[in-house]
């Protein structure tokens, strides 16, 4: 490499590495929001779509039906009577209804909130719970405290994953907590579908109609996200009823969840193809420029892998786990989120536990 490209490189690999370091700077700096608590107890109805067997399905749904919380209801919605879910249901002790809605390109889930909406109208609240999480007695009061600010459309958290044995669990426990960066600061936050709750007033009339028609309704995070938003009303994200998810998946059944996150993320939110993919990239960059400056220039270049020390940082922070893996993975997950964001970005469907949607973006 020539004197001028080696200096003009040199520059480049700076820039991008105090462009990251800053990133990771203002993190510490959001303030954490002070979330209503006290003695709002709303009557509730939790929604659980169920498809097929989750790990410890019968455990997740007798932890619903013991929540510390005065007036609720569980109800359980599948798609028919022959679901294999339904032996699980049974032995939980939960209600279930077969969803009856027939709305075009809407996903299964959306359906099966819309059929226990329709049906359910005397609640005040509703609580919609993915049937693989796994919550503590608190999570319900937890997640509707916010609600009693009426400023406030939907109150949501954010899953940790729990690997249960293997590398790629671990991976996915990582992939995740991008999640978490977004729901934490305000401007990118989102209701995430496996735990979101919203008050009746929310899904009523013309807002329904969207929810179960619209070109973003094979997903009902970013479905109901965008009738929030369209409303001027706010999202509150609640760690403290953050569920637990176990997950046990090999390298394909990995990637399949991933670029199918990752492609609807695209169909909700274009502009995230073009960000993404410039901050991933701009990692990779930085990754390799100081491997290669540190080694062939000066060991100054060691200060280029400060960012990724505070990703490390950050990951085990999160992680709760000292597991050496962790480490690496860290170091994969840029190459594999700008694999992730090339493959959603050619993708035309998804499928999802058996069922094949078309992506209209």
Known sequence: MSGLLLELFEVLAALAAIMLISIDAARPFRKREELLKGNYHPKTLVIVPCKGMDISLRQNLIALKRQKYKSYRVIAVVDSEEDQALSEIRKAGINHMVSD???GRASGKVKAIAAALQR????DVYVIADSDISVHNAWLSSIIAPL????????????RFHPMGGFWPKVKMVWNFVGENLLENKKSRFAWGGTMAFRKSLLQGKSMSYFKTSRYSISDDIT???????????IAYVKEAQPIVKTKDDLSQFMEWANRQTALTLLGYRENFRRGLFFYCSEIFVLISAIYLSVSVSPLFLL??????????RAYARSRSPDPAIAI???LIPFIYAYNLMSARMMKSITWRGSTYALYK
């Open 101 to 103: 809605v027939s709305s």
């Open 329 to 331: 993975i860290v170091i």
């Open 224 to 234: 109901l996200t965008k009738i929030c938003k369209g409303k001027g009303l706010g």
């Open 148 to 159: 009693a600010d009426k400023r406030i459309g939907i109150s949501t958290t954010y899953p």
């Open 304 to 313: 280029m892998f400060a960012h990724l020390v505070l990703s490390w940082k």
């Open 120 to 123: 359910f109208r005397d609640y």
